[in-house]
């Protein structure tokens, strides 16, 4: 086929592909039924979450869509990054995947983006909720936000009940000033018990994630765009906080001269101290909910929301949101483009969320909240959450470790820390060909 035939084909099949995707998402076209004209044939969704959950739904789905035949293949947590790509650059790969804000920077030049003629930014914004938007860019939408895992704070209700405490903190000053009462140390000063576990990097669950909560409630979006490139924002400051005095408050947590000193390498982990129930404070995702219950069914704990800068006229937390990506290569792209739009705007998306364990994207789902213990803090702060274009979730992490550990051995004051990791953070983000 010639070039410019195909390109031909490939601009016809996108212009009624942008309509159709205005329609649905306008609500002129009813979501479900036999309302998906020009929809047919089957089309393969690639995911990590397991088909044993997912199969009942996807079944639903497709008994809802009769011109069309969806099919669910599960892949590994694990190889799903490398499966992907393989996949994709043999001409195999599916025509549509599950992806994290954590891969959507990775998987940008693989994924068809949806531009904002097709579905403009306000018709998203009303659509999702503001953690959804990390799948915006200038270009136009990587992805359709599905589901957001928000980080929380799960606390041991015993702990502050024995020390008289009434309630969780809401800020920082006062979570600061309950940290010394909760923190148990022998008679040799070790700590046996602890308020938190901050300030370490290696034995602190999504240590970045809790960084990252913290710089963002200082103002920074940690990486911003700007003509089409992507740049750190770790050396911001927005007058009033200084990301570098961010960074000293966490790994104060770690400092034995502090007096909010509550965490060292002794321990093994958070998680597992919080289960053992020698941590009164966890800060941990929505979706972990089962596993801590697993982990210790008889540990008296609760969840509320992150705690925040005093009279901060902004809420916000972390989290890791679940979009449905288009792949640039697949060859039934009416369809995958128009399933992709019924999956993030009906029934699909409610019942994904609730699986789960966490709080859905769409705004319609989140404002009807669960009415179970726990259910109501997970949508509350799934509606302030934010996350950030991760360039490399590994290399970036190693970013935030050694801004923690350079400070903590004395080798970088706070400022040069967070200097060097800004510079390498950026270098992450230019772009390869």
Same mark, same amino acid.
């Given at each position: 086929?010639?070039?410019?035939? /195909?390109?031909?084909?490939?601009?016809?099949? +996108?212009?009624?592909?942008?309509?159709? %995707?205005?329609?649905?998402?306008?609500?002129?076209?009813?979501?479900?039924?036999?309302?998906?004209?020009?929809?047919?044939?089957?089309?393969?969704?690639?995911?990590?979450?397991?088909?044993?959950?997912?199969?009942?739904?996807?079944?639903?789905?497709? *008994?809802?869509?009769?011109?069309?035949?969806?099919?669910?293949?599960?892949?590994?947590?694990?190889?799903? #990054?490398?499966?992907?790509?393989?996949?994709?650059?043999?001409?195999?790969?599916?025509?549509?995947?599950?992806?994290?804000?954590?891969?959507? /920077?990775?998987?940008? =030049?693989?994924?068809?983006?949806?531009?904002?003629?097709?579905?403009?930014?306000?018709? +998203?914004?009303?659509?999702?909720?503001?953690? %959804?938007?990390?799948?915006?860019?200038?270009?136009?939408?990587?992805?359709?936000?599905?589901?957001? #895992?928000?980080?929380?704070? !799960?606390?041991? *209700?015993?702990?502050? &009940?024995?020390?008289?405490?009434?309630?969780?903190?809401?800020?920082?000053?006062?979570?600061?000033?309950?940290?010394?009462?909760?923190?148990?140390?022998?008679?040799? %000063?070790?700590?046996?018990?602890?308020?938190?576990?901050?300030?370490? $990097?290696?034995?602190?669950?999504?240590?970045?994630?809790?960084?990252?909560?913290?710089?963002?409630?200082?103002?920074?979006?940690?990486?911003?765009?700007? =003509?089409?490139?992507?740049?750190?924002?770790?050396?911001?400051?927005?007058?009033?906080?200084?990301?570098?005095?961010?960074?000293?408050?966490?790994?104060?947590?770690?400092?034995?001269?502090?007096?909010? !000193?509550?965490?060292?390498?002794?321990?093994?982990?958070?998680?597992?101290? +919080?289960?053992?129930?020698?941590?009164? +404070?966890?800060?941990?995702?929505?979706?972990?909910?089962?596993?801590?219950?697993?982990?210790?069914?008889?540990?008296? /704990?609760?969840?509320?929301?992150?705690?925040?800068?005093?009279?901060?006229?902004?809420?916000?937390?972390?989290?890791?949101?679940?979009?449905?990506?288009?792949?640039?290569?697949?060859?039934?792209? =009416?369809?995958? $483009?128009?399933?992709?739009?019924?999956?993030?705007?009906?029934?699909?998306?409610?019942?994904?969320?609730?699986?789960?364990?966490?709080?859905?994207? *769409? *705004?319609?789902?989140?404002?009807?909240?669960?009415? &179970?213990?726990?259910?109501?803090? /997970?949508?509350?702060?799934?509606?302030?959450?934010?996350?950030?274009?991760?360039?490399?979730?590994?290399?970036?992490?190693?970013?935030?470790?050694?801004?923690?550990?350079?400070?903590?051995?004395?080798?970088?004051?706070?400022?040069?820390?967070?200097?060097?990791?800004?510079?390498?953070?950026?270098?992450?983000?230019?772009?390869?060909?």
């Amino acid at each position: 086929m010639k070039k410019g035939n /195909f390109q031909v084909i490939v601009l016809i099949i +996108f212009v009624a592909a942008a309509i159709l %995707g205005v329609l649905v998402f306008s609500g002129v076209i009813p979501i479900g039924g036999n309302s998906n004209p020009g929809a047919q044939g089957t089309v393969v969704l690639w995911g990590t979450e397991k088909a044993s959950i997912l199969g009942p739904l996807i079944d639903d789905f497709n *008994r809802a869509n009769p011109t069309l035949i969806l099919k669910y293949v599960e892949k590994p947590i694990n190889t799903f #990054d490398n499966d992907l790509l393989e996949a994709l650059a043999s001409g195999t790969g599916p025509d549509m995947f599950f992806i994290t804000d954590s891969l959507a /920077f990775k998987y940008s =030049n693989k994924i068809f983006t949806i531009p904002y003629a097709s579905l403009p930014v306000n018709t +998203f914004k009303n659509s999702f909720i503001g953690a %959804g938007e990390v799948f915006l860019t200038e270009k136009g939408i990587v992805a359709l936000p599905i589901a957001v #895992d928000p980080l929380m704070m !799960y606390y041991n *209700r015993s702990m502050l &009940d024995a020390n008289g405490i009434a309630y969780p903190p809401a800020d920082w000053n006062e979570f600061s000033n309950l940290v010394p009462l909760l923190t148990k140390k022998d008679d040799k %000063g070790a700590i046996i018990k602890s308020a938190v576990a901050m300030g370490q $990097f290696s034995n602190v669950f999504y240590a970045k994630d809790i960084l990252s909560t913290l710089f963002m409630q200082a103002g920074s979006p940690i990486v911003t765009e700007k =003509n089409g490139f992507f740049t750190s924002s770790l050396n911001q400051t927005n007058g009033k906080y200084d990301l570098s005095s961010v960074l000293k408050f966490f790994t104060d947590f770690a400092d034995p001269l502090k007096n909010v !000193y509550s965490w060292n390498k002794s321990f093994s982990s958070s998680r597992d101290a +919080f289960s053992a129930e020698n941590l009164a +404070f966890y800060f941990g995702f929505a979706s972990e909910l089962q596993s801590l219950v697993n982990k210790n069914p008889n540990q008296n /704990f609760l969840v509320t929301s992150m705690p925040q800068i005093k009279d901060s006229n902004l809420k916000l937390t972390f989290a890791h949101v679940i979009g449905i990506a288009i792949s640039s290569f697949s060859k039934n792209f =009416n369809t995958a $483009f128009t399933t992709a739009g019924l999956l993030a705007n009906g029934d699909f998306a409610s019942k994904f969320s609730t699986s789960l364990g966490i709080a859905p994207a *769409r *705004r319609d789902l989140i404002k009807t909240m669960p009415t &179970d213990a726990y259910s109501p803090a /997970f949508y509350t702060s799934a509606f302030y959450a934010r996350s950030w274009l991760d360039p490399s979730p590994k290399e970036s992490d190693d970013i935030f470790r050694g801004m923690v550990e350079k400070v903590l051995s004395g080798s970088l004051s706070q400022t040069e820390a967070m200097s060097d990791g800004n510079a390498k953070m950026g270098l992450l983000l230019i772009p390869t060909q």
